[in-house]
């Protein structure tokens, strides 16, 4: 997925953050199948890189200058 504009990234990084706070909530769990909590928190961590390289890929192409006409 790439992002197309501002919008689009802003509601990304909304999703971000919110995958942020499951995860950490996922890490603080206790009482459930460990194995079961660490493939969650792998997923979690998947989610989270991927939307982080989503908005980098946005930010960086956002901050490339226009090719000026010659």
């Given at each position: 997925m790439n992002l197309?504009?501002?919008?689009?990234?802003?509601a990304?990084?909304?999703k971000l953050r919110q995958l942020e706070e499951q995860y950490r909530a996922?890490?603080?769990?206790?009482g459930t199948d460990e194995r079961v909590r660490q493939l969650t928190?792998?997923?979690?961590?998947?989610?989270i890189?991927?939307?982080k390289e989503e908005i980098a890929r946005?930010?960086?192409h956002a901050a490339k200058p226009a090719p000026s006409e010659r």
């Open positions: 197309r504009n501002v919008r689009e990234l802003e990304t990084r909304e996922a890490q603080e769990r206790s928190l792998r997923s979690f961590k998947k989610l890189n991927q939307l946005f930010e960086a």
